[in-house]
């Protein structure tokens, strides 16, 4: 397998999303996240599409998230 490096896309205009968690009496109450909910740039997405083309035929699984 490609080295997970390669596979990995950056987009330096979208910020790395942000997590808050609430806690009381020890016990996780709710999380607050802060992210982009901005479309991906067309440009980032053929990226992100060609990476998953190149490497999909040698994958036995695909987790997206």
Do not use: F, W
């Amino acid at each position: 397998m490609q080295n997970i490096k390669h596979v990995l896309l950056k987009d330096s205009s979208r910020p790395t999303t942000t997590k808050i968690r609430i806690i009381g009496q020890h016990q996780h109450i709710v999380r607050i996240d802060y992210e982009s909910t901005q479309t991906i740039r067309k440009e980032i997405l053929h990226k992100l599409i060609k990476k998953i083309e190149l490497v999909l035929p040698r994958c036995d699984a695909v987790l997206l998230e």
